[in-house]
């Protein structure tokens, strides 16, 4: 009788409880690091010049993300995303300065614009993959940086200049825009974290991993390829309408650059692509870096490619993935003993740096 | 008995060489057919046929009588038909659970619910966990759920890609050399495995093999390929006494 019991040998319930506890260890942490993004403002070493400062930090951390969608969960390598970014500006520019809409309006309509245009490019390089794709979307970008130069609308290198921003009629500063990006950020890492568990997330997952099995498993890859371009690229809109109007100027000198799309690609690959927190730290790195190197700016280039080199080497899943590596393996083992029943599952613990690669989700 | 999956006189061409020349086979509902050849008679390719990954140049496949030929390879899983592959072929970064989840993704539903996680997307995902377990249970891979597959023994990895043809709820699953690489033990154990998922699944079987023991002793049916054509076909025993297939495999002074 008692042998029966044992016979299964692994008790479901503890294991099941002990995830649902690491599961809320991970949320909470992520909910502490949005609180104190928006309570950032308050303290008093907080100056105006700051929240422009930390916004355009948070752009880079949103187009990143709209990157690891692609390039991390579905395995397509964009060099191009900077053309959605491009494309979520002028969509933003063009609304606030012909038709004077709220910017909350001018953001989700350069998600849309971006995310359009990726659809189509998804169908577009439906048959493209690994170098070719990156070949691709850098041709992608060229051709959007074209288009601001030369077609009239957009104004070439003069560029177009924004009224000052407004939310449901009432005008914003740099701290109110802070906001706003901060509430962007957290909308759309809710987003992705709901996106990469889900069945859709899976399905991307699969195709990155085996195209073939994924399909022997009923994967549409024509539908989730595109699907992957499109949020992707509507993401990185969203980053580019909110960089249009922070800076409040928008011209083909600034977005035709192919450096943009070059920094986001590397902010997505050094922080961990296929982690939630990847683009978080990996955008911060590069969108700072120039801002601590100060007066050697210029510099920044030389040692992102350094960094980029370095972690392609020695940890090509990213920053993030590294550090989440003892604690995950930590929790691992608690799962073992709860499931040998060999410890009580519940025990205190600290899992911290497990959230930053999002629960071991490769 | 009625049939399963059918396929007539398919020809397969790649440039000059004739893959698959006129091969018809009829798979019964519910049995465990066995299709066997030497190297390079067509075995996979006729099996990537019947899954539609490979576009035959002539010929008919029937799946339950309708005619399949185009349908494109993501569509077969949702008409009951699931398969593995000759090499493994799992998501190796991912867990076993996940891989098995995957292979449940017919049974998922529409994207936007799903990316939302909406209560009833939440509630399947729930009913879809709930059945990998079960899977795993009859595959004897519970303990190992959350382990990356990469990571896992290679019989174990045999067992999760068979787990997640399962998961999709198949009538019928094709297995590509379930038993390669694998020594007499697991052998064993994998051929208990198919005909329990047979037996209590009512699930038909149509697999290609070269042990030969795991055949005989596994397949009601065996037909037999050789240079991309039909050799003969028959009951183990049947097949097993033919004079055309002893010299397929043994050469012709064997069978004279």
């Known amino acids: ?362 | 008995m009625a049939s399963h999956l059918r396929c007539e006189d398919i020809v397969v061409r790649f440039g000059g060489v004739v893959a698959c020349d006129k091969v018809s086979i009829d798979v019964e509902e519910g049995k465990i057919v066995g299709l066997i050849g030497p190297n390079g008679a067509g075995k996979t390719t006729l099996f990537n046929v019947l899954t539609r990954f490979q576009d035959h140049d002539v010929g008919h496949v029937y799946y339950r009588g309708e005619i399949i030929d185009r349908k494109r390879p993501f569509e077969i899983v949702s008409m009951g038909m699931a398969r593995t592959f000759q090499n493994i072929n799992l998501f190796g970064e991912q867990s076993a659970l996940d891989n098995i989840l995957i292979g449940a993704h017919r049974l998922t539903g529409s994207a936007l619910p799903n990316i939302y996680s909406f209560p009833g997307a939440r509630q399947r995902e729930r009913e879809l966990a709930r059945r990998a377990g079960e899977i795993a249970e009859m595959l004897g891979i519970s303990d190992v759920l959350d382990d990356p597959v990469k990571s896992l023994p290679y019989g174990s990895q045999k067992r999760v890609e068979i787990a997640r043809a399962l998961a999709s709820n198949p009538k019928l699953i094709l297995l590509d050399e379930p038993v390669a690489g694998c020594n007499d033990e697991e052998t064993a154990e994998l051929r208990d495995v198919v005909q329990r998922i047979n037996r209590e699944l009512g699930v038909t079987i149509l697999m290609v093999e070269h042990d030969m023991s795991m055949v005989m002793n596994c397949c009601e049916y065996i037909y037999v390929m050789n240079f991309g054509s039909n050799l003969a076909q028959g009951t183990p025993a049947e097949v097993r006494s033919n004079a055309s297939v002893i010299s397929a495999y043994l050469g012709e002074e064997a069978a004279a």
Request: glycine fraction near 12%.
């Open chain 1, 1 to 362: 009788m008692a042998n029966e019991e044992r016979v299964p040998g692994r008790n479901v319930a503890a294991v099941a409880a002990l995830k649902k506890r690491f599961a809320s260890q991970n949320a909470v942490l992520v909910i502490l690091l949005f609180v104190t993004l928006l309570i950032m403002p308050l303290f008093p070493g907080f100056k105006g010049w700051m929240a422009g400062q930390a916004s355009l930090v948070i752009i880079y951390v949103l187009a990143a993300q709209g990157v690891s969608i692609l390039t991390g969960y579905t395995g397509l390598v964009s060099v191009g995303h900077g053309g959605f970014l491009a494309i979520g500006a002028y969509a933003a520019a063009l609304l606030v300065k012909y038709y004077g809409v709220d910017i909350v309006t001018c953001i989700i309509a350069g998600g849309v614009a971006a995310g359009f245009v990726g659809m189509l490019l998804g169908l577009v390089f439906l048959r493209l993959a690994g170098p070719f794709m990156a070949i691709g979307t850098l041709g992608f970008a060229f051709f959007v940086g074209a288009i601001v130069n030369n077609v009239e609308i957009f104004q070439g290198r003069t560029g177009i200049s924004l009224p000052p921003n407004k939310v449901l009629g009432l005008q914003i500063g740099d701290t109110g825009f802070y906001y706003v990006s901060v509430v962007v950020l957290g909308l759309v890492t809710l987003f992705i974290f709901s996106l990469v568990r889900s069945s859709v997330g899976r399905a991307f997952k699969a195709l990155r991993d085996s195209e073939k099995a994924a399909q022997s498993c009923g994967v549409n890859r024509l539908f989730y390829r595109t699907l992957a371009f499109t949020i992707s690229a509507a993401i990185t809109g969203i980053a580019g309408a909110l960089n249009g109007l922070i800076t409040q100027y928008v011209s083909s000198e600034v977005y035709s650059d192919i450096w943009y799309s070059v920094d986001i690609l590397v902010a997505t690959v050094v922080g961990g692509s296929a982690t939630l927190m990847g683009p978080l730290v990996g955008g911060a790195f590069v969108a700072m870096l120039p801002f601590f190197l100060e007066t050697l700016a210029d510099f920044s280039f030389i040692l992102k490619g350094v960094v980029l080199i370095a972690v392609l080497m020695f940890a090509p899943a990213g920053v993030c993935e590294v550090v989440a590596r003892p604690f995950r393996a930590y929790r691992r083992r608690r799962i073992e003993e709860a499931a040998s029943g060999s410890t009580p599952a519940a025990r205190p613990d600290v899992g911290a740096g497990v959230v930053l690669a999002g629960k071991g989700n490769p």
